[in-house]
């Protein structure tokens, strides 16, 4: 953001990258050129001071044979100085330059037996090689060579490493950028992937189309682009859960206000019917009253199932169930009892062992569960349906199984048995009593529990299956 408020437009990675790789090839050129020039200006220095031993020993053979110094190699200077006192005295004959100054110091800082070099600019000659070599007696030959071979050699030899190292650092710049790009792709289609999804229409669809395509970019990349499809998944999911959260919502909501809708309605009619008896029929009245009851009771109970779903659905803030140390035998028992009294059309076989099933429990939800699941048998099973109830301990889990020799529920609704307004035939009528919210509130209390409830059901035979941890 910065970047763009003061203007400025940043590179590219692959381009960073590749000028960044071709800065530490310009530095390694650098060095190597550097190394390359100076080992063979050193190596032409060496090599033209052996030439000047040489010239010398050959120099100092003439003279040995003739008393005098001859000619030297063209273009070079040779003069034999008598050093007495710290001076150098030109013996002639003598073939000096124009500025013989240089060679007369080097005579004199020859001391002992072994030659002085010295390089110098001799005015009006150019840069020469000087030896200097003592020839016993106090006097010294002093050589010249120009050193204009050699410079012409490193001159030439700089060009030559320079035109190269420069073409060989822009064929690796545009090579390694055309690799990097190559390579760093994947990271830019997972770029456009990424803008493609924040152009996505969330509301429209819980379901992401774009991923993270390409086989090629190395591990690395590979591991990026498997991880950004994992998280697309996972937002794919998250999505998806929410899109059916709000489906599951919506209809809760939509059955919520028909179940409410159609009590609320009777109670106001039976509220109108009560006040025209009240004027005009005393004798109704109470029968209008009653119903006027029976419509509150039953919409006082469905608002009492509605409001411990939302309990349960918030237990990460408040507590669901309140557990407390007993026998869940006992309880059984005990919604048997009720269950025969209330419904004697329906014979109920309980088994229970002779040993209590101690377990931490709820009672009061636990017995609503009982109660939920034996009702939901006698409400959807013709009268004289056998029932039975029984209670026992399976591998360490206190196990509750409901069953019932009814007809039997449908394949295509068991998966659904479970869902909050879901009736098996999916009417809206309550002819047989019930709300839909029966199986849901025993479902989610038992979740509460941190047990699980199964449904097995085939024609002839139902059975809901309560398993709950003792531990």
């Known amino acids: 953001m910065s970047d763009r408020l003061f203007g400025r437009q940043r590179l590219r990675l692959g381009t960073r990258l590749a000028l960044g790789l071709g800065a530490l090839a310009l530095g390694v050129f650098a060095v190597v050129g550097t190394v390359m020039v100076t080992n063979m200006e050193d190596y032409l220095a060496r090599k033209l001071d052996d030439q000047m031993k040489l010239s010398q020993v050959e120099l100092e053979k003439d003279i040995d044979k ?26 002639p004959p003598a073939d000096l330059p124009n ?123 590979e591991e990026l682009r498997t991880a950004f499809n994992t998280m697309l998944e996972h937002i794919d999911s998250s999505l998806a859960a929410r899109t059916a959260a709000e489906q599951r919502l919506r209809r809760f909501i939509a059955d919520a206000s028909h179940e409410l809708r159609t009590p609320l309605t009777s109670i106001r009619g039976y509220a109108d019917l009560f006040r025209y008896a009240a004027a005009n029929a005393p004798e109704e009245r109470e029968a209008h009253l009653e ?9 006082s109970v469905l ?21 407390v140390d007993g026998d869940l035998a006992e309880l059984v028992r005990e919604s048997a009892d009720a269950f025969q009294a209330a419904r004697p059309d329906h014979p109920l076989t309980v088994t229970t062992g002779p040993d209590p099933v101690r377990l931490r429990f709820d009672p009061m939800r636990l017995r609503q569960v009982m109660d939920n699941l034996l009702a939901n048998a006698a409400i959807h099973t013709p ?52 709300s839909g919210l029966g199986l849901a509130v025993a479902h989610s209390l038992v979740v509460a529990h941190g047990g699980t409830i199964e449904l097995e059901s085939r024609p002839g035979s139902t059975t809901f299956t309560i398993r709950i941890p003792r531990a």
């Open 99 to 221: 500025d013989a100054a240089e060679m007369a110091e080097v005579a004199q800082d020859v001391t002992g037996d072994q030659p002085v070099f010295r390089t110098a600019y001799l005015k009006g000659n150019g840069t020469y090689r000087l030896r200097g070599c003592p020839m016993g007696g106090g006097v010294v030959l002093v050589s010249a060579a120009p050193m204009t071979d050699i410079t012409t050699t490193v001159r030439q030899l700089v060009m030559v490493v320079v035109a190269t190292f420069l073409l060989a650092l822009i064929a690796f710049v545009v090579i390694g950028r055309a690799v990097l790009r190559r390579g760093l792709q994947p990271l830019s289609d997972m770029a456009k992937t990424a803008h493609d999804i924040t152009s996505h229409d969330l509301t429209d669809s819980a379901r992401l189309a774009v991923r993270a395509e390409g086989g090629n970019g190395g591990v690395e990349v």
């Open 383 to 434: 009268p004289g349906t056998a029932v039975s109830l029984s209670v026992g301990v399976e591998q360490g889990r206190a196990v509750v199984r409901v069953s019932d020799s009814g007809p039997g529920i449908p394949i295509a609704d068991q998966a659904r048995i479970f869902d909050r307004f879901y009736r098996v035939d999916n009417s809206r009528t309550r002819d047989r009593g019930g």
């Open 66 to 91: 003739y008393g005098e110094l001859h000619k030297s190699v063209y273009g070079w200077y040779a003069a034999v100085y008598e050093v007495k006192d710290g001076r150098a005295v030109l013996q």
């Open 291 to 299: 119903k006027l009851r029976s419509e509150a009771a039953r919409m």
């Open 303 to 323: 608002l009492d199932d509605l409001l411990l779903l939302a309990r349960l659905d918030s237990a990460e803030t408040e507590a669901p169930v309140r557990p």
